[in-house]
């Protein structure tokens, strides 16, 4: 079959080039798109000479000897991070600790941090880590760590600077939006653990499922969480579900793909399209709904990312589910892991976009909830409720469409002052509230049924 298809192409391919050869034009036109093939390539072998004769001057004529593999490693980690803030190499160091990540267990302070213009931002804090305990938050900056400065390391070795051994201590410098000077924290490290998902019944009616990330764990905790609910509540009592996906950074694809399985019978989850038709890619669901069809709420906000907005997006286009909370955080680009052979590490590199099943692109615009419901943030975190959105990162990939700045992305770590949690209980007992309502006394009074 792939002989017959590559044959076919071939004869396309020399259709069309004789029949522009033979038209009046055809001759000038073929000998343009040659020179002008010519001079791609020439300019490409000139820009490899100069990187050639610069490698040679620096070798030769620098103040102190150089190591040539890191010469080559800064020089392929400024290749990559000229393309968008997602695209990295990783050395054999960081591919392995990478692994590490995915697999669910990992050593360090339990943040997803991302750079940008030279320093640390963080991404979200995972839960019940010494970040989140600290009171690390999204949209943090990340300047120094034990006195070194971040500014002029790569992603990578920051990441490594801030792992460490257990029960050893690091201090950090932080810079948050709008505070007068710089916060200083210090964290003891642990081993992170990273459980993701957590649940429990909710007033003997509803099932909340909370997804912290999209680990290689994250399915089968979903798929327990969800028989354990059905054993402590009678079918016939059970409301339905609440999946709190708020400030979930993301992780693997086929995590996500599986979570949306677990929780709608069928359908397409996401497509990725990447620089050729050719290349894309759809996911659907298998496996069945384990929740038998009880109605859903999800809730999102500006730290959900990646993973995250992908089964927001495809619960949301066939009308699974209901989404509460604010504006998802964009990052719709998909990175492929590119193993480099035996001691030369991997490259994430950024091969395609993703799209929800109506063939939306989240991408720069993020997920937009049916109910937007903002929380009432406390003085203290006002300066820092908000995170940086995909569309505020450097060096983005353009959306198609009208760019969406981030969302608000504070979470009341008490669950009676968290309106969209709130919100998403009314939905499913059958009453609605004013997302925009300011106290308990107003929000009493706008309750009203909601039909059938």
């Not at 590490?100 to 339990?110: S, V």
């Not at 653990?193 to 509803?206: A, L, M, N, Q, W």
């Amino acid at each position: 079959m792939r002989k017959h298809v590559g044959f076919f192409l071939g004869t396309v391919a020399g259709a069309c080039l004789t029949l522009l050869v033979a038209s009046p034009q055809g001759a000038h036109l073929f000998a343009v798109a040659n020179a002008a093939a010519h001079s791609d390539t020439s300019n490409t072998y000139s820009q490899l000479n100069l990187f050639g004769e610069v490698f040679e001057k620096i070798k030769s004529d620098y103040v102190e000897k150089p190591e040539d593999s890191k010469l080559v490693e800064g020089a392929i980690n400024g290749m990559i991070s000229s393309l968008d803030p997602h695209s990295r190499y990783m050395n054999e160091k960081g591919w392995s600790e990478m692994q590490e990540t995915t697999h669910g267990e990992f050593g360090g302070l339990g943040i997803e941090v991302t750079m940008e213009d030279g320093f640390v931002k963080v991404v979200a804090p995972i839960d019940d880590t010494p970040a989140s305990r600290a009171g690390i938050m999204s949209g943090d900056v990340i300047t120094t760590i034990d006195d070194d400065q971040i500014q002029g390391m790569t992603l990578d070795q920051a990441v490594n600077k801030m792992k460490g051994a257990p029960n050893s201590s690091i201090r950090l410098k932080i810079i948050r939006k709008d505070a007068d000077k710089p916060i200083e924290v210090s964290i003891t490290r642990e081993i992170i653990r990273v459980r993701p998902v957590k649940y429990h019944v909710e007033g003997g009616d509803i099932g909340y499922i909370r997804i912290t990330s999209f680990n290689e764990q994250t399915t089968e905790g979903l798929r327990k969480a969800i028989a354990e609910i059905q054993k402590q509540v009678p079918q016939d009592k059970l409301a339905g579900y609440v999946v709190d996906l708020r400030n979930n950074p993301g992780g693997l694809l086929d995590q996500a793909v599986s979570v949306t399985s677990t929780l709608m019978q069928r359908g397409e989850v996401v497509s990725t399209r990447g620089r050729n038709p050719e290349e894309t890619q759809r996911f659907t669901a298998h496996g069945g709904d384990m929740t038998k069809g009880k109605p859903l709420v999800v809730l999102i906000n500006g730290g959900s990312a990646s993973a995250s907005e992908i089964v927001a997006g495809a619960l949301h286009d066939h009308k699974r589910a209901t989404l509460i909370g604010t504006r998802s955080f964009g990052k719709g680009s998909v990175q492929t892991i590119i193993p480099l052979g035996t001691g030369n590490g991997a490259l994430a590199l950024t091969t395609a976009r993703y799209f929800t099943p109506s063939g939306h692109s989240i991408q720069a615009l993020g997920i937009k909830p049916d109910i937007e419901v903002l929380q009432d943030v406390p003085d203290e975190f006002k300066t820092r409720s908000e995170i940086m959105s995909e569309a505020k990162m450097r060096g983005h990939l353009a959306a198609e469409g009208a760019e969406q700045t981030g969302s608000q992305s504070y979470v009341p770590p008490d669950e009676k002052n968290d309106k969209a949690l709130a919100a998403a209980f009314n939905q499913l007992r059958g009453v609605t509230v004013n997302a925009d309502a300011k106290n308990a006394d107003t929000k009493a009074a706008q309750k009203r049924p909601v039909p059938n």
